[in-house]
């Protein structure tokens, strides 16, 4: 943080209580002033859409000044009571109602698509990238939702939440859908300033997003969703076609499908208590320790992230025996209750602070919320402790070598472990930096090797795989610097590691 933060942050006496306000006042007048020079760059419909913008991000703004300290007591952290999180067996035994199209017509898919695939080296929106026999991100989306409401004849529309770095590029390939049974929405996130990390004010200059203000601007983060929804005035629209929830997740999740026993369960309960957001956690694994986890705090159900752990406690937080369970980001959440909650501004998130440096190597930081963190906003929450499956993210190509590969199979865009594995867990893949981006990743694999039978594979160095090699228990390969290793076509390798240099030359 900067000096000028960490002042807000110091000691409490009186007189500096009084010159902390006074600074407090003086960085918020010198940032309204700046965003009002922004907004007088712009043209006329977009100075609307900015002025909206704005609005939000000066709150969180005045919040950023106003908060000391981690925004949790670890003291008042206590496990959640038994009730409050539900594993999904019991949810499942209630059965399905003979009218499923019923619950259906409730309800309204949101996928979060807010994010560029830069991290696996491709241009463009992520949800673009071919995860599957040519298949999107997008395009398996698309398909699980026609197939609901073919096989149920419902309506459930797909919102894809887009941020100005997506929305474009989204919008030209949904043309490729115009005629599947399903209608599609988009709306946008906020786009918020960076902030200068020392002198608190807009690294923009104009509202543009070229030239030197390319990397002025950012979405913040999907806890955004709630007002840019509400300014979008596609919330009030799917009120009034009937729609009562939503089922949010992040587009890049292939296990977040539409669970048909946890809308029965929200759509059946009385309408005293009816539940307003349910969270699908899962249990944690070594490799989910920093996922964020539920806790009761204050008499409620809340999130809990990693980054608002006090630093002497996050080992304790990372412990699976004392947080057995992670947030997967799939949600449930009640139209109305959106409406009310953001009408009354009573959605309470955390705010994230998220350093940044820039190319140029600026210093800045953002002002983030995740949509989880509203939990404890809506009334009668509840988690459901969700089978491992609907947790299926893909981050890196070790997670697309996973899903391409016959570990699962594919029906109507949903991916299903394939009952030949034996086990029901996942294998650990970890391959190295030759394998980062998806095009060299390509390149290194003849065909996906057979995986059915596999534990562990890690991959290092210049490797490349022949057609129809077979990888069981743990594999490990790694090519030293300068040294290259060629897996030949039809290979076994079977608890095996293979280093220094192997080539199989044609002759």
């Known amino acids: 943080m900067s000096f000028v933060a960490d002042l807000y942050r110091s000691s409490s006496n009186a007189g500096?209580?009084?010159?902390?306000?006074?600074?407090?006042?003086?960085?918020?007048?010198?940032?309204?002033?700046?965003?009002?020079?922004?907004?007088?760059?712009?043209?006329?419909?977009?100075?609307?859409?900015?002025?909206?913008?704005?609005?939000?991000?000066?709150?969180?703004?005045?919040?950023?000044?106003?908060?000391?300290?981690?925004?949790?007591?670890?003291?008042?952290?206590?496990?959640?009571?038994?009730?409050?999180?539900?594993?999904?067996?019991?949810?499942?035994?209630?059965?399905?109602?003979?009218?499923?199209?019923?619950?259906?017509?409730?309800?309204?898919?949101?996928?979060?698509?807010?994010?560029?695939?830069?991290?696996?080296?491709?241009?463009?929106?992520?949800?673009?990238?071919?995860?599957?026999?040519?298949?999107?991100?997008?395009?398996?989306?698309?398909?699980?939702?026609?197939?609901?409401?073919?096989?149920?004849?419902?309506?459930?529309?797909?919102?894809?939440?887009?941020?100005?770095?997506?929305?474009?590029?989204?919008?030209?390939?949904?043309?490729?859908?115009?005629?599947?049974?399903?209608?599609?929405?988009?709306?946008?996130?906020?786009?918020?300033?960076?902030?200068?990390?020392?002198?608190?004010?807009?690294?923009?200059?104009?509202?543009?997003?070229?030239?030197?203000?390319?990397?002025?601007?950012?979405?913040?983060?999907?806890?955004?969703?709630?007002?840019?929804?509400?300014?979008?005035?596609?919330?009030?629209?799917?009120?009034?076609?009937?729609?009562?929830?939503?089922?949010?997740?992040?587009?890049?999740?292939?296990?977040?499908?539409?669970?048909?026993?946890?809308?029965?369960?929200?759509?059946?309960?009385?309408?005293?208590?009816?539940?307003?957001?349910?969270?699908?956690?899962?249990?944690?694994?070594?490799?989910?320790?920093?996922?964020?986890?539920?806790?009761?705090?204050?008499?409620?159900?809340?999130?809990?992230?990693?980054?608002?752990?006090?630093?002497?406690h996050v080992d304790e937080f990372k412990s699976v025996t004392k947080f057995k369970i992670f947030n997967t980001n799939n949600l449930w959440i009640s139209l109305p209750a959106i409406k009310r909650l953001h009408e009354k501004n009573a959605m309470d998130m955390e705010i994230i602070v998220n350093p940044k440096t820039l190319d140029g190597g600026l210093n800045v930081i953002q002002l983030e919320t995740a949509v989880g963190s509203a939990m404890k906003s809506f009334d009668n929450a509840l988690g459901i402790n969700v089978p491992r499956s609907r947790f299926l993210p893909v981050k890196t190509t070790s997670d697309l070598l996973l899903v391409m590969s016959n570990l699962y199979s594919m029906d109507a865009g949903s991916l299903t472990m394939s009952p030949k594995r034996e086990f029901p867990s996942t294998p650990h893949v970890k391959l190295g930096s030759s394998f980062t981006k998806v095009r060299d990743f390509l390149k290194r694999f003849e065909s996906i090797p057979d995986m059915l039978e596999l534990d562990h594979l890690t991959v290092s160095g210049d490797v490349t795989f022949g057609k129809q090699v077979t990888v069981k228990g743990t594999v490990i390969i790694i090519a030293n610097h300068g040294d290259r290793i060629d897996i030949p076509a039809g290979a076994m390798l079977e608890n095996k590691i293979v280093s220094g240099n192997l080539r199989i030359l044609d002759h």
């Not at 999904?88 to 399905?96: N, V």
């Not at 929106?125 to 419902?154: G, M």
């Not at 002025?216 to 929830?245: M, Q, R």
């Open 16 to 312: 500096m209580a009084e010159f902390q306000e006074k600074l407090r006042l003086q960085h918020e007048n010198s940032m309204h002033t700046e965003l009002e020079k922004l907004l007088t760059s712009a043209k006329t419909p977009e100075a609307e859409i900015s002025r909206k913008d704005f609005e939000g991000f000066k709150k969180l703004f005045h919040r950023f000044l106003q908060e000391k300290g981690p925004s949790v007591d670890w003291a008042k952290i206590q496990r959640p009571p038994e009730d409050s999180i539900q594993p999904y067996e019991k949810i499942k035994l209630k059965g399905l109602p003979a009218d499923v199209a019923s619950s259906l017509n409730k309800l309204a898919v949101v996928k979060l698509n807010g994010g560029l695939g830069t991290s696996m080296g491709c241009k463009g929106p992520k949800s673009l990238i071919s995860v599957r026999n040519e298949n999107t991100f997008l395009d398996l989306t698309v398909q699980q939702i026609e197939h609901l409401n073919k096989s149920y004849n419902a309506d459930v529309p797909l919102v894809l939440m887009n941020s100005f770095n997506t929305d474009e590029d989204t919008k030209k390939i949904l043309q490729k859908y115009t005629h599947h049974r399903v209608k599609i929405h988009t709306f946008n996130q906020s786009r918020y300033p960076r902030i200068n990390k020392e002198s608190l004010l807009p690294v923009a200059t104009n509202i543009g997003l070229t030239g030197e203000n390319e990397e002025a601007w950012y979405p913040p983060g999907h806890g955004d969703i709630y007002a840019s929804f509400y300014n979008s005035g596609l919330l009030d629209k799917l009120i009034a076609e009937g729609k009562e929830f939503i089922f949010v997740s992040n587009i890049d999740n292939l296990g977040a499908t539409v669970d048909l026993h946890i809308l029965n369960h929200l759509v059946s309960q009385p309408s005293g208590k009816r539940c307003e957001f349910v969270m699908e956690v899962t249990d944690k694994t070594r490799a989910d320790v920093k996922g964020g986890t539920l806790t009761q705090y204050d008499g409620k159900l809340r999130l809990l992230e990693i980054a608002q752990v006090p630093k002497a």
